[in-house]
């Protein structure tokens, strides 16, 4: 067990250190000197090292006591959090890319979260030195010099916040900027803000992620999304989907070559089916928990002749094969329940930019440029019509581009399927039909269709349409003619 006077030391050096170098850094050279004013995180991140510093002081005054040991880790983890709030919207850029200066290669919010780490270590360790009992201070024990330097640094370098923080970012209510401008003390330069107060319909755990999940039973219509036209498709047959079929089907495509079609199901059941869809070739549900989390699976598309790449509305994506040799025993921890058949490929996610906060409810195959295509499902919150192409080949993103469209909002394009420059869109919320011009990717045509509930996925099948109307228990397939 440590001894009073060295506690008391460790912990004074211990502040004197993080209110001088993060904090005093921070504020008096990088502010002062450079001119850089904290963001309404950097103050968070600031505003709890103070605490943390404060903390230690109180510490150095009354002694090591369970509360103030309470109190420093509960601020330090606060703090850490701070610094992971801060970091998540910036680590993940480019090689070299950031927000603000960089020290030694490594932006400031990164190092929030190495002195906060640091904190954490420093607190655990000094409590198992302290054995089985805390070290009590003497009613006589008097402050040293060390002490005396550490509080006075300590007052100096409030001040400098003082006069930064009500300069920069202003009195109650400003709260600070998200993008600050150079620090300056001219009046008419400097910019208060109250833009980031959060409102309390919007106010999420999860921030900017806090979009909502797509339901593909409970979609609705929207005539807003609809797209002026004369034409309408006609609807040459309906065929119901087998009565084994569990589930909600959200996504369906055909094979010309091998002559199978594929359904998937929201549950995670991927179905593969001969050319008549009546009957059920083979069958598997997808472990969503194993190695990459794939639920809600929202569409399909074969890459292959027997192969498909299934993807889930968050982007996570599975790529199975159709193989009658496999053995549904040789597949454990891939599927949970299924039949002979069927073996799984790969497991992945796709990333992407414009489309990053928007959910997708379709999957298609240009086996020209050998990319998969995915058009973002809008929202409110981001309300976005993009499409975007990922390789064939390494799974990365190849290009995105936001899509031209003659209408009112944005549709919900549950389906896509890619024949030679064109790429055709099933608009769910319009009951249409779109043509979307590959290299233009603009919307040249649409078409009405009649005859459909909940249109759910699309694809071509012997120079027909074949759309998936998908209701539970009784999933169909109604065919239209295409017009040329």
């Not at 880790?73 to 927000?99: C, M």
């Not at 299924?338 to 379709?362: C, H, I, M, P, Q």
């Not at 993009?386 to 899509?403: F, P, T």
């Amino acid at each position: 067990m440590m001894n009073e006077l060295t506690v008391n030391r460790i912990i004074s050096l211990a502040a004197l250190a993080l209110i001088a170098l993060p904090v005093g850094i921070a504020c008096i050279i990088l502010g002062f000197a450079m001119g850089d004013t904290p963001c309404i995180l950097c103050w968070q991140e600031r505003t709890a090292m103070v605490l943390v510093s404060l903390i230690a002081i109180f510490i150095m005054r009354y002694g090591l006591k369970p509360k103030y040991i309470g109190a420093l880790i509960i601020t330090a983890v606060y703090g850490l959090w701070a610094g992971y709030r801060h970091s998540s919207a910036h680590i993940l850029r480019d090689i070299g890319q950031g927000f603000g200066p960089a020290i030694f290669g490594v932006h400031t919010y990164v190092w929030v979260i190495v002195v906060f780490a640091i904190i954490l270590l420093f607190a655990g360790v000094l409590m198992l030195l302290q054995g089985d009992k805390l070290v009590e201070k003497s009613d006589s024990s008097e402050w040293s010099l060390l002490n005396k330097i550490t509080v006075n640094v300590f007052l100096v370098i409030i001040g400098f916040n003082i006069v930064q923080a009500f300069t920069q970012t202003g009195p109650f209510p400003y709260i600070g900027q998200s993008d600050p401008v150079r620090m300056t003390f001219d009046s008419e330069k400097t910019i208060w803000s109250t833009a980031n107060w959060p409102e309390f319909s919007k106010l999420s755990a999860r921030g900017a992620y806090s979009i909502e999940k797509p339901d593909f039973a409970a979609m609705t219509q929207n005539d807003a999304t609809k797209v002026a036209t004369s034409n309408t498709l006609p609807m040459l047959k309906s065929v119901e989907l087998p009565s084994d079929i569990f589930g909600l089907a959200t996504g369906m495509s055909y094979n010309p070559q091998s002559k199978l079609y594929v359904v998937v199901t929201s549950n995670n059941w991927v179905y593969f089916l001969d050319d008549t869809l009546t009957t059920v070739l083979a069958k598997v549900q997808i472990d969503a928990a194993f190695s990459a989390e794939i639920s809600n699976l929202a569409g399909v598309t074969f890459d292959g002749e027997t192969s498909v790449l299934v993807t889930a509305d968050h982007k996570s994506f599975v790529r199975v094969e159709y193989d009658p040799s496999v053995k549904f025993g040789d597949t454990y921890g891939r599927f949970i329940e299924g039949t002979d058949g069927v073996r799984e490929l790969k497991r992945s996610r796709f990333a992407t930019v414009r489309a990053k906060y928007n959910y997708v409810a379709n999957v298609g195959w240009d086996a020209n440029t050998q990319e998969y295509l995915m058009v973002a499902l809008p929202d409110l919150k981001r309300n976005n019509f993009v499409v975007s192409r990922l390789s064939g080949k390494d799974y990365e993103l190849n290009s995105e581009a936001i899509i031209s469209i003659d209408a009112k909002a944005y549709p919900n394009v549950t389906g896509i399927s890619v024949a030679n420059d064109k790429a055709y869109l099933l608009s769910h919320s319009g009951q249409q039909m779109l043509t979307m011009d590959l290299a233009s990717n603009t919307v040249v045509t649409a078409s009405d269709m009649t005859g459909l509930n909940n249109p759910q996925a699309l694809t071509v099948v012997n120079g027909e349409f074949a759309v998936l109307d998908a209701t539970e228990a009784n999933n169909r397939v109604n065919f239209y003619q295409v017009q040329h």
